[in-house]
């Protein structure tokens, strides 16, 4: 139980102090969950990351349940995904009430045109820290450039374009075999652990 008590608080405390959702909250989760709690590395947040993006539903509650699977299991995804999810649902549903009342008011357009601004910092920063993860040879770096012009010039579904880019990097990589780690993330915390127990 003080696994699934570890995880639940652990995403509730990320949950309600995480504005911008999606990409945004990317930050916290590094420092949560990889430099404070070391339950995972960065590379395999960034996988998360990817797959929570191809898969329905928000990206960090998606996260989230990976996390929470690979910690504890089944049950451990769930307890991750009601902690994460649950301080949002409390606040949103106490702020509906008074939402309608107030959006109306000068301050409160102001306070929202202000949020926003912040949270295009905060997908920023968190394409930064992704771009230094997940960019790992030229090979990606052109998968990145072609996937950026045909988000922007053309109207192909984001769907269609992570799809695409998987079967790219597929093709691009014959060399890997299954379960084998390319050489720059050989040298990540897990590797490094791993080394140090042999």
Request: overall charge positive.
């Amino acid at each position: 139980m003080k696994k699934y008590a570890e995880l639940f608080l652990a995403f509730a405390k990320i949950g309600v102090t995480t504005f911008g959702g999606g990409l945004a909250m990317l930050p916290i989760l590094q420092r949560e969950l990889v430099d404070k709690r070391h339950w995972t590395t960065e590379e395999q947040l960034v996988d998360y990351y990817a797959i929570g993006q191809c898969t329905p539903g928000i990206i960090a509650v998606n996260t989230a349940t990976f996390v929470g699977y690979n910690r504890a299991g089944i049950l451990g995804g769930i307890v991750a995904t009601l902690g994460m999810i649950f301080p949002s649902f409390v606040l949103i549903t106490a702020l509906s009430a008074f939402l309608a009342t107030f959006s109306g008011m000068e301050a409160v357009k102001h306070a929202f045109n202000g949020i926003r601004a912040c949270v295009v910092a905060l997908i920023l920063m968190s394409v930064i820290k992704l771009g230094k993860k997940s960019i790992a040879d030229s090979k990606c770096l052109i998968i990145f450039l072609v996937v950026l012009a045909l988000s922007l010039f053309s109207p192909v579904s984001p769907a269609i374009l992570v799809i695409l880019a998987g079967v790219t990097g597929l093709l691009l990589r014959p060399d890997l075999k299954a379960g084998q780690v390319p050489e720059k993330n050989q040298d990540s915390p897990s590797a490094d652990s791993s080394k140090e127990e042999k």
